[in-house]
């Protein structure tokens, strides 16, 4: 028997045994007898006995591991036991039924039935979850009906025990096979777990503290809380717990957990100076719950009734009435523009006004740019910002960009196809024929943030929504934690979505004494802007007491939506007090302010913009596209333009140094106002500093130093008609760096009144600098190395005076001192155009550099300030120190922190008399961070060490990504080592693990492990060049392979020297997690060619800078696949998939570079298969390739092609023979119209012939 044919047979004993599972899950007694169940019961042994046989014969032909054989065994053997349990537990129910004993499946009845007594139903099985509080009810229940029956046998309890268990709970018995042997076993193994008498008493508490708060007082919640409440204390009490003693916390709690009217009530009834007891306040609730019952409740004495205007279609049979205080003073506000009872944004002379024109108004009234209203300004302003930009501005005062009018205009024309995905249903913004508009009820509501601040939230009230919504944008703001909760949510036209996180907010009014607690559903967008359009009123129609309580103040300007409030807070809000303006629109009087609701009339509607539901319309293909080449078009532009002004715009100083321009762009004119914003800023970080003497000093001293070095003037003649900014600044702290551990950083990104920053109107300009890779791919090269970096290179080259005025700063050293203003005179961080500046004016040094070797290093070898070159000899490195220092500091960039591999050059360098740290002096073991990597100058290594690291006690996915990404590889040295970690790292995408979710125990132990073993790092040190001394001959072997969780590829140096000696040694090496999708091997291992390609390509391209320009057939690359070197050498069309990826290989390699490698010669396999680091410390295939590859080329593996019978994924390609033949159009039959006529003309025609032949 081959294993084929065992499979087949297991299939057929499975099938067997899963037919009679099915038929005892559905034995009815009316349609099946207990002879079945017999026949069935006999025939599993025979079952039992030819699954051992022919499992045994398949396992010694099986070539799997144990463990996969044996689960196999146990599976079996699991169902099988469970299937007959099953059909003995039918046969003894349909015996006990005989004997007048009901017992149905899944349900309880007691053996000792008085036949005299009524027949009672059936009692459903007792149910455990895993909650600490349901344990002791489920014990007993379970122990009386179950475990103390002596005449119910162990596997049938242990049958009842698995049904009795789910969730958490089901986990420690599910592995348990179900025989009469496992029963102790399984009943010990759950009362061990949750026969605690201490965590069950815990969580009676913590749920007691856990009560959630009543909002608005009605039976249910009422009755919810006092069920909540006396079941937990019965439980305690039942626990031997001291309740009695228990009033003064109890009554405290429970009367923070009611709403404010009930407390009210308590305190009226039990006004007394004693504490009362829980017993009182439990019988207040119970005959509070009575009163409601009743109907019976009122308003207390305190409060009176408002007059309200009743609605003629009662909905709720509940009346729930809100109250104001007796006596309440209304100030009427008086419009600033003309002086009439309406707030300013509603004024007809304001609105006709232009922006500029609007601005210069609230300026010159001194108003806030956000709400318009005095008393304080734009940054202390509470106000949502302007819902079209998200600045700190009023929408009256918001300037149209060329962008935005742009889509203004293409918003009015009709969009053909569009996908919108609704969040909720009922929601619409209709736009009629007519050009009418449906205006939906918004106000502004106060959220508690993180810190218990209320912030203002614009909040959409709709009917037609079952749940409440918040934006993803506004729950990020608030920076409270959030619950995972998955709730799908089907909108208009079936459209569904889904909410994965849910935000529990405490939502207050701006105007009543009113709050509630609230669960909101987190959706990535809620609605388009509300309104569509913006429209005008007359306010003279509205009357003042609506003005003064307006819901939300901006009703008439399209504004963002933060939170949708669905029907469950929707009818409680409203009062039923109402004013109707016009026949179609109304005022509506809610707990949150006055909401305006209705048709709007075309006549009053500003602007046209398309209609808007409650969904996300993606725009088109085609916009989509445009979109993204205009912004590549506009960054491109940007580029070019801030290299020209550059070029028209820099100059040098009488001493050298470099003065440069800022790049501005045409929003220059919008900046706004920073002064005061800056100073706030300020303050706050003097508070800072206070709390904190080391860093204050810090802080100072680097301060003291710049106005020391005038890189800052104090400013004595401000002009009031330059444009200034304000920038604030604060601390940053790096305790690695050997120089500066404190750095004061500018904040040149923060708002302006205008809601535009410095950065907004600065052009970024393009990077005209080598990338990190380059560099350190061509630093491997040099025989000796060199590495220095610019003192203050930012602070080095100066702005122009005129652009000073930009960079203006609030300082002084001592809070006692006058606050004084600076202008910063140098290029400043924190600036967007810094780092253009900075580099390209080094790259414009360059240009004066003496000799070719000095203007490569200063062009090519920075990176930002630091820079890493080299040469060939002592006397080469000693001659580039000397030109590109001097070239520098020609131009006032001074270089310190020399550091070399060549103890003769380094006895060259020059000390410096000032600054200790100009030539830095190592001992053996130390080391000097190069662009990330630690490099040890004496030894000439790279080496790798590790901070401390001390497990979080919540372990997630975000600390996980910080801990991997604590160990810096650019050069792929530990590539087999971290691919483990990225691969880890993946499969808590694969699971869906939220971001802040605490991993699981055993990841947890995983992480542990494989992170502390990193700590062996520490042994490793990897020479820096990989070449011979005195090589002659260079070649790169590229290797590449991949499996099922990643690929990869890596590239070695082959050098040969005069001597015939060859060394070889890893260079440079990359790797990729596999995608989450499945994908064949031969497609991944095709991934990892296109890898090796790119890779050495990048090699080669560098290598060439270095004046080492290699051949094609110096350039040799290996897969194991023969697959892929089929597809590649392969003249077949392939599939889509494969041939773009081949033909990617072939632009950058050539056919006859690739050859095949076995998979145990492949170094690459370490990538995909992971190393732990003292493995890999071990492995000379990883650090050097194969053992052959520094053999002479005839030891290597065979160059031939693999030959393949069949190449995989070649396209079809269909043939279709279309044969053209021109008919021979002997007689024209087609001429005949009848059939007759034709016989008659032929038959004349035949004679014819005949007769002229005859």
């Not at 300004?377 to 060329?402: E, I, M, T, W, Y």
Request: hydrophobic residues 35%.
């Amino acid at each position: 028997m081959d294993i084929k044919k065992a499979t087949l047979e297991l299939k057929v004993i499975h099938s067997s045994l899963k037919a009679m599972s099915t038929f005892a899950k559905n034995f009815n007694s009316e349609t099946n007898n207990q002879s079945q169940v017999r026949v069935r019961l006999e025939e599993l042994p025979s079952i039992s006995e030819k699954f051992e046989e022919v499992q045994s014969v398949k396992e010694e032909l099986d070539q799997r591991s144990d463990d996969v054989v044996m689960d196999e065994r146990a599976k079996f053997r699991e169902r099988f036991y469970e299937v007959k349990a099953s059909l003995l537990h039918i046969l003894e129910a349909e015996e006990s039924k005989k004997s007048e004993v009901t017992s149905p499946s899944y349900s309880i009845t007691s053996s000792h039935v008085n036949n005299n007594m009524m027949k009672l139903p059936p009692i459903e099985l007792p149910k455990f979850s895993g909650d600490w509080k349901e344990w002791t009810s489920f014990i007993d229940s379970f122990n009386v009906y179950f475990h103390n029956n002596k005449d119910m046998a162990p596997v049938h309890k242990l049958h009842f025990l698995k049904a009795c268990l789910e969730g958490q709970a089901s986990d420690i018995v599910k592995s348990i096979p179900t025989t009469n042997e496992n029963y102790g076993q399984a009943y010990d193994a759950v009362t061990a777990r949750y026969e605690n008498k201490g965590a069950i008493i815990q969580s009676h508490i913590r749920a007691l503290f856990d009560t959630p708060k009543i909002s608005i007082a009605s039976v249910i919640e009422l009755q919810r809380l006092y069920h909540h409440i006396t079941s937990n204390i019965n439980a305690l009490q039942a626990l031997g717990q001291p309740i009695e003693a228990w009033d003064a916390w109890l009554v405290t709690l429970i009367c923070n957990r009611m709403d404010r009217v009930t407390v009210g009530e308590w305190h009226v009834k039990y006004n007394k100076k004693d504490l009362p007891e829980f017993k009182e306040i439990k019988e207040f609730l119970f005959n509070r719950i009575a009163a409601y019952e009743a109907g019976e409740v009122n308003v207390g004495a305190s409060c009176i009734k408002q007059n309200v205007v009743k609605s003629s279609n009662k909905v709720q049979e509940k009346k729930v009435f809100f109250v104001k205080p007796a006596n309440k003073v209304t100030t009427l506000y008086k419009c600033p523009s003309c002086n009439e009872t309406h707030r300013l944004y509603q004024c007809i002379g304001f609105n006709d006004l232009k922006v500029p024109d609007r601005r210069e108004f609230v300026s010159k009234n001194r108003l806030c740019y956000n709400c318009l209203y005095s008393n304080h300004q734009a940054q202390d302003c509470r106000f949502p910002g302007c819902p079209r930009c998200g600045q700190k501005h009023n929408s009256k005062l918001h300037l149209v960009q060329a962008h935005e009018n742009q889509q203004t205009s293409s918003e009015t024309e009709p969009i053909a196809s569009t996908s919108a995905l609704c969040f909720s249903k009922g929601i619409a913004q209709s736009m009629h024929a007519s050009g009418d508009m449906v205006m939906l009820a918004t106000a502004v509501v106060y959220i508690k943030d993180a810190a218990g601040y209320p912030q203002p939230c614009r909040a959409l009230l709709d009917s037609g929504s079952q749940v409440n919504f918040i934006t993803d944008a506004c729950a990020q703001f608030l920076g409270m934690s959030k619950t995972k909760c998955v709730l799908p949510i089907v909108g208009i036209n079936s459209m569904r979505s889904d909410a994965q996180r849910l935000q529990p907010v405490v939502m207050y009014s701006r105007f009543e004494n009113f709050n509630v607690s609230l669960d909101l559903h987190v959706l990535p967008s809620i609605a388009n802007d509300m309104p569509s359009q913006l429209i005008r009123l007359d306010q003279s129609k509205i009357p003042d007491i609506v003005n003064e309580q307006l819901a939300d103040p901006s009703y008439d300007t399209p504004g963002k939506i933060d939170i949708l409030l669905g029907a469950e807070m929707f009818y409680t809000l409203f009062s039923g007090e109402k004013v109707a303006i016009t026949n179609s629109l109304v005022f509506h009087k809610t707990t949150l302010g006055w909401v305006l609701t209705g048709r709007v009339l075309n006549s009053e509607v500003i602007q046209s913009r398309f209609s808007a539901c409650t969904c996300a319309n993606d725009a088109t293909i085609n916009s989509a596209l445009s979109l993204f080449i205009s912004k590549s078009s506009v960054r491109k532009d940007e580029e070019d333009e801030a290299e020209q002004h550059f070029k028209k715009t820099h100059y040098r100083d009488e001493s050298g140094r470099l003065v440069v321009s800022l790049p501005l762009n045409t929003k220059l004119s919008s900046l706004g106002e920073s002064k005061h914003m800056a100073q706030q800023r300020f303050f706050n970080l003097e508070k800072r500093l206070s709390k904190d003497r080391e860093l204050c000093i810090a802080y100072h001293k680097f301060m003291s130093e710049y106005l020391d070095m005038n890189h800052m003037e104090l400013v004595t003649n401000d002009d009031s008609n330059s444009q200034t900014y304000y920038l604030p600044h604060h601390a940053v702290i790096k305790e690695d760096s050997i120089t500066t551990k404190l750095r004061v950083v500018f904040d040149g990104s923060a708002p302006s009144s205008s809601g535009l920053s410095l950065n907004d109107v600065m052009l970024k300009g393009p990077i005209v600098q080598s990338s990190l890779f380059s560099i350190l791919l061509r630093f491997r090269v040099h025989k000796i190395a060199l590495t220095a970096d610019v003192e203050k290179m930012y602070r080095q080259i100066l702005v122009t005076p005129k652009d000073c005025q930009l960079q203006r700063i609030w300082y002084r050293p001592s809070p006692s001192e006058l606050l004084r203003e600076y202008n910063l005179r140098t290029i400043t961080y924190g600036t967007k155009s810094a780092p253009y500046l900075a580099t390209r004016s080094l790259v414009e040094v360059a240009f004066s550099a003496p000799n070719e070797a000095a203007q490569r290093a200063i062009k090519d070898d920075f990176y930002v300030d630091d820079l890493l070159t080299g040469a060939e000899s002592s006397d080469e490195c000693f001659q580039l120190y000397k030109d590109v220092s001097d070239t520098l500091a020609s131009r006032c960039l001074p270089l310190r922190k020399w550091c070399t591999s060549s103890s003769k050059v380094l006895s060259k360098l020059p000390n410096s008399g000032t600054d200790p740290n100009h030539v830095l002096q190592f001992s053996e073991q130390d080391a000097v961070s190069t662009l990330g990597i630690m490099w040890q100058p004496i030894t000439d290594c790279f080496c790798f060490t590790l901070k401390p690291w001390n497990p979080p006690k919540k372990m997630t996915k975000r600390t996980l990504l910080s801990d991997i990404n604590r160990i810096y590889d650019p050069l792929g040295f530990l590539t087999p080592v971290l691919i483990t970690g990225k691969i880890f790292v993946q499969q808590l995408w694969v699971l869906k693990i939220d971001w802040d979710t605490t991993l699981p125990d055993d990841m947890q132990h995983r992480w542990k492990n494989f992170y502390l073993s990193l700590y062996a790092l520490d042994k490793l040190a990897i020479p820096r060049r990989p070449l011979s001394s005195n090589w002659l001959n260079i070649q790169l072997h590229g290797f590449c392979d991949a499996s099922q969780e990643a690929y990869g590829a890596c590239v070695y140096a082959r050098t040969q020297n005069s001597n015939g000696d060859v060394e070889t040694a890893l260079y440079v090496s990359k790797s990729r997690v596999a995608p989450l999708h499945a994908t064949t091997i031969p497609r991944l291992e095709l991934c990892g060619a296109v890898l090796l390609s790119d890779l050495t390509t990048e090699v080669i391209s560098e290598l060439k800078k270095l004046n080492i320009n290699l051949h094609q057939r110096d350039v040799v690359l290996w897969s194991d696949s023969t697959v892929v070197i089929a597809w590649i050498n392969s003249t077949q069309p392939l599939k889509s998939c494969v041939s773009n990826r081949i033909a990617q290989i072939l632009d950058h390699t050539d056919k006859t570079q690739w050859n095949h490698v076995p998979t145990d010669c492949n170094p690459a396999d370490l990538i995909t298969r992971g190393q732990t680091v003292n493995n890999l410390q071990q492995c000379s295939m990883w650090w050097s390739g194969p053992h052959w590859l520094s053999k002479h080329h005839t030891s290597w593996p065979t160059r031939t092609q693999p030959v393949l019978n069949e190449v995989p994924e070649v396209r079809p390609v269909k043939l279709v023979l279309q044969a053209s033949a021109q008919p021979v159009d002997d007689y024209p039959l087609s001429k005949f119209s009848k059939w007759n006529h034709m016989v008659r003309v032929t038959a004349y025609m035949l004679r014819f012939i005949s007769n002229s032949q005859g």
